[in-house]
C-alpha cells in the first residue's frame, strides 16, 4: 500500500516534513531570537581589555563554590565537570518560570568602562549587569556543546559605585554552565580576583586520528588557561578552547608536524613538544571518488517526475542513490524490492546489469535506507546487527557500493554508530557510507544525526544536508538565515566544517527543480556561487566563512529524476562546477 501511495501522489521524498518537528523547531527559535532583540541583547562577541585594568569579579572561577554569587530558587551548583579552566564551574537549571539566574555585586569605579565576559556552554546561556547607571547590557548564545565566550562592555553613570553582573539561563531549556566570569576595568576596591599568569606549556600532546584532509590531536588540560592555540608546521592554524582539535583541509598521504600553546589572559604559554600527523591516502569511507562529487537520488516509484533505469541517470551524477530500501517485520533489517510495474517493466536482472555498467564508468551506487516514510528503526543492539546484516545481503544481491541514512523520523546515535561500524567490518574499506540529514539534525554536535556522523568520521563519505523544507535555522555565527539564499547554506555548512567534519565529507543537498521539493528551491547559480564561497571565499553573501574549504566533498540533488523533468538543467550547471573546483 505504502509502495502504491508512493506511484499514485506527487509528494516528494521530503515534501511536509516542516509540519512536525521541524516547523515547531524554527518556531522555537524565531521566538527565542525575537524575544532577543526584544530586551535588546546581542550576539556573542568579544571585548578588549586595557593592560591597567583587573578583574573586579570574586570567584570568577567558582572555585570556592557559590560564595559571592545567588543564585535564584537553588538552580545553581558547582561541578567539577565541564569545567573552562581551574577545577570548577557553575552549573544552573532552569524550571518552571525560574531562569536561573545567578547574581554578583560587584564594586565599580564612576564614569569608567568595563568590560564583563564569560565562558558559558550547555544550554541557552545569557549574561549581562544592571545598574551601570547609564544603559544596562546584556548578551546571550544558543546551546552549545563547547565552551564559548560572551563578552560586552557598559560605562558606569557619574555616581555608580556598584553593578550587579549575571548569568541566566532560558525556560524550559537545558541547564547551562559558566566559568571564568571576569569584569575587566578600572579597580572599583571591592578585591576582584587576582589577574592570571602565564600557564605553562601543554603536555602530552597526541595524533588521536587522521583521514585524507585531517589530523585530529589532543592534549592535557593546563590549569589557569583559558584557550589553546594550535599550530601547523610552526604557523598558528586554529584556536579552540578544549583540549582537542582537528585540523582540516590538508592533503593526503603527507605528513605534518604540531606543536600546542595554553594561554589566557597574561598571555601564551611556550610551544609543546612537537608531535607529527600523516593523513590517509584516500577519503574515509570509499575508495574511487573523485575529489568533488556529486549525489543524485534514484527514485524507485513513479511519483510525477520522469521515470528513469538507471542506466539513464546523467553521467554528471558521481554517487547514485537508489530510493528507498524498505523496513521488514523483523527489526532494523531491511529490504529493497525493484518497482518493476511503476518503473515500465524495469527487469532486476537489467537493474543490475545498470549498477555493474554505472561502476564501470567510475560511479558509486548506494541503496538508501528511510525518506520521508521510512519507518527502520536502529535502537538496540539486536537491530543493529539486523541492519548491517540486511544491508551487506543487499549489497551481495544488487551489486551496491555501500548505504545512504535518510531517516528523517530519528534515529539512535549509539545503534546506528554500532549498526554502521558492523557493516565497515563485512564491506572493507571500500564501503561508500552517505547521510542527508535535515537542518534542525545539523544545528548542535549534540544531535543524534551529528555525533552518529562525527562516530563514524573515520568511515564516512559525506554528508548531504537537505537544505530544504526547513524553514529558518541558525548559522554557525549565531545569527539566523531563511532558506533560499547563498548564506543559508553557507552559514548553515559552516557549522559541520567546524564542528568535526572534514571538508571532503560536506555536501550541500539541494532539490533539482521546484517540483523537487514544498520549498527551499534555489538557481544552481546560488547552488555554485555558495560552493565558490566555501571553498574559494568569493560569490560570499553576507555571510563569510571563517576560513575557505578547498577540499568540500560537492553538491546533492533530489532527485535525477525530477533534474531530468526539467531537462538536466540542475546537473548540467552544477555537475561541471563542483568537478572544476580547485
Known sequence: MLRHRKRIQTRTKAQGRIRGRTRLRSGAVATAVATALALGLSLAGAGQASAADINNAKNAG???????????????????????????????????????????????????????????????????????????VSTWTPDSTAWKQLSTTFTTGASTTSVTVYTHGWYGQAAYYADDVTLFGPDGGGGGDQPPTIPSAPAGVTVSGSTSASVSLAWNPVSGATGYHVYRGGTRVQTVTGTSATVTGLAASTSYTFQITATNAAGESARSATVTGTTTATPGGGTGLPKHAVTGYWQ???????????????????????????????????????????????????????????????????????????????????SATNFANSVYSLMQTYGFDGVDIDLE???????????????????????????????IDMQ??????????????????????????????????????????????????????EGGLAPSQVGLGLPASTRGAGSGYVSPSVVNNALDCLTLATNCGSFKPPRTYPDLRGAMTWSTNWDATAGNAWSNAVGPHVHGLP
Open 62 to 136: 567558582f572555585e570556592s563554590g557559590l560564595s559571592d554569587w545567588n543564585c535564584s530558587a537553588g538552580s545553581g551548583a558547582t561541578v567539577s565537570s565541564p569545567v573552562h579552566g581551574g577545577a570548577a564551574a557553575l552549573r544552573a537549571t532552569p524550571a518552571g518560570q525560574d531562569n536561573a539566574r545567578c547574581t554578583q555585586a560587584v564594586a565599580v569605579r564612576p564614569n569608567s568602562t568595563y568590560t564583563l565576559s564569560a565562558w558559558v556552554r550547555g544550554g541557552y546561556a545569557y549574561l549581562g549587569a544592571t545598574g551601570t547607571g547609564t544603559t544596562d
Open 300 to 382: 524507485n516509484f513513479n511519483n510525477g517526475a520522469t521515470v528513469q533505469k538507471l542506466s539513464d541517470v546523467q553521467s554528471q551524477y558521481d554517487i547514485i542513490a537508489v530510493a528507498f530500501a524498505d523496513a521488514t517485520a523483523t527489526p532494523g533489517a531491511v529490504t529493497f524490492t525493484l518497482d518493476s510495474a511503476g518503473l515500465g517493466g524495469y527487469t532486476v536482472d537489467q537493474f543490475k546489469a545498470d549498477v555493474r555498467a554505472k561502476q564501470a564508468a567510475g560511479k558509486k551506487v548506494v541503496v538508501s535506507v528511510g525518506g520521508e516514510r521510512g519507518t527502520v528503526a536502529v535502537n538496540d543492539t539486536a
Open 409 to 439: 523520523n530519528g534515529l539512535d546515535a549509539t545503534y546506528m554508530t554500532q549498526a554502521l561500524r558492523s557493516l565497515s567490518s563485512k564491506a572493507g574499506s571500500s564501503l561508500i557510507i552517505t547521510m542527508a540529514p535535515q537542518t
Open 444 to 497: 548542535s554536535t549534540s544531535n543524534a544525526y551529528f555525533r552518529t556522523a562525527l562516530n563514524i568520521k573515520d568511515i564516512l563519505t559525506v554528508v548531504n544536508m537537505q537544505y530544504y523544507n526547513s524553514g529558518s535555522m541558525l548559522g554557525c555565527d549565531g545569527k539566523v538565515y531563511s532558506q533560499g539564499s547563498v548564506d543559508f547554506l553557507t552559514a548553515l555548512a559552516c557549522i559541520q566544517l
